[in-house]
């Protein structure tokens, strides 16, 4: 009994070990993919240049059409960051950190990273479905044939607006979550006075505090649209493959923002200390 036991137990290690190995490298695959799309969408803006109409479409359907949702989802976590932590900062004799506190946690995590997951839900998933109809359809191979490219035509404008409107829907909800933690604080007993005041005392006089917030808010956009487009360029199997692309494309895209976060922290965190 304890031979079966024990081959049964390294059958299992072994099947562990080989899926463990197999998705390791299928994930360094999928990030190799990523940076040749990075690539190429980077070589046909120099070659090709870029349809400032489409980008204009674009800017709008990530941006101001994203904007409500963004404001919402942030506004709302900023009123509950303060909601829970107003009561232990006065029985701590701090409560007049809260707006400080509030800001560090808006301008540096909760807000670059609650944007990236409403773009993801918004504005990744109609990429990926819209370029898998496309691809469906044989519509990309209709641009191939006319010697169109299609990263030139499809992931250039895309990618661009996720770059661009990435950071500025991240600072519209920064602004938000601020404005929600205020609103808590003020009906708290605190003054607004208060709660602006405590942002000079915790944050970074020359906006690094900021621009960590914005530079995340920019690597979070290149992911959603490059996963985007990616996924939708590599659909197969009609309409049922394009909810599969757009499923793989959510999932992985917010596996990889929050990897990416980690990452990102981790270096500025390291390179405080230094």
Not at 77 to 86: E, R
Not at 129 to 155: H, N, W
Request: charged share 15%; net charge neutral; glycine share 12%.
């Amino acid at each position: 009994m304890k031979t079966e036991a024990a081959e049964v137990f390294e059958e299992v290690g072994e099947t562990a070990t080989k899926l463990v190995r197999r998705t390791i490298v299928r994930a360094f695959e999928y990030l190799g993919e990523l940076v040749t799309l990075l690539g190429r969408t980077l070589r046909a803006i120099f070659q090709e240049g870029i349809n400032f109409g489409d980008l204009a479409r674009q800017l709008t359907s990530v941006g101001t059409e994203s904007l409500p949702i963004v404001l919402l989802t942030v506004g709302f976590s900023g009123a509950v960051l303060a909601l829970y932590t107003v009561g232990s900062l006065t029985n701590l004799g701090i409560g007049n950190l809260l707006g400080g506190i509030v800001a560090l946690s808006i301008v540096r995590e909760t807000g670059p990273l609650i944007t990236a997951v409403t773009l993801i839900a918004r504005v990744g998933s109609g990429i990926t479905a819209e370029i898998g109809a496309m691809k469906t359809t044989e519509q990309v191979d209709a641009l191939r044939a006319m010697g169109i490219s299609p990263v030139g035509y499809l992931v250039v404008p895309r990618l661009i607006a996720c770059l661009i409107m990435g950071p500025v829907t991240t600072l519209f909800g920064d602004a938000a979550g601020l404005f929600g933690g205020g609103l808590i604080a003020v009906n708290q007993g605190q003054t607004s006075h208060q709660f602006i005041d405590s942002f000079r005392q915790l944050l970074d006089t020359n906006g690094s505090d900021i621009l960590e917030g914005l530079f995340k808010a920019l690597v979070f956009g290149m992911l959603i649209a490059l996963i985007a487009c990616r996924e939708g360029l590599e659909t197969k199997g009609g309409a049922a493959g394009v909810g599969r692309s757009t499923n793989r494309a959510v999932v992985f895209t917010i596996i990889l923002v929050f990897a990416a976060d980690f990452v990102m922290t981790w270096f500025f965190k390291a390179k405080s200390v230094v």
